[in-house]
């Protein structure tokens, strides 16, 4: 089993930042790839970034690119979403996963985090 535990959500005002984390353990070395999805209320739950565990390969939804980045540090086991210029239709509570393979689909993804809400005010 692998273990995700997300940190870094809050309520910001239009055009602000944060910076999710998410820290892995327990059977970590069975992961490949990890990703956020977002889930807005009353919507399904969409994809927003991945990245490659070895690699480093990131993957963007278009909703997000050029305003959010992920990256990685493998020995702490942790990836970080940096979101910048965020906007109201960002708000929505971010899910860290984790998967064997670098996907954008969620049916990818194998173990999932407890969500952190991220608020953007207008």
């Known amino acids: 089993q692998v273990q995700l535990v997300e940190s870094g959500g809050g309520l910001v005002q239009a055009g602000g930042s944060l910076r999710l984390s998410c820290a892995a353990s327990g059977r970590t070395f069975s992961i490949n790839a990890m990703a956020w999805f977002r889930q807005a209320p009353g919507k399904e739950r969409e994809f927003v970034a991945a990245i490659g565990w070895i690699s480093g390969t990131t993957l963007y939804a278009d909703s997000v690119k050029g305003r959010f980045t992920m990256s990685r540090d493998n020995p702490k086991n942790t990836v970080y979403l940096q979101m910048n210029s965020l906007k109201p239709e960002d708000t929505a509570v971010y899910y860290c996963?984790?998967?064997?393979?670098?996907?954008?689909?969620?049916?990818?993804?194998?173990?999932w985090g407890q969500g952190t809400q991220v608020t953007v005010s207008s």
């Open positions: 996963a984790a998967a064997r393979v670098l996907r954008t689909t969620e049916p990818s993804y194998d173990y």
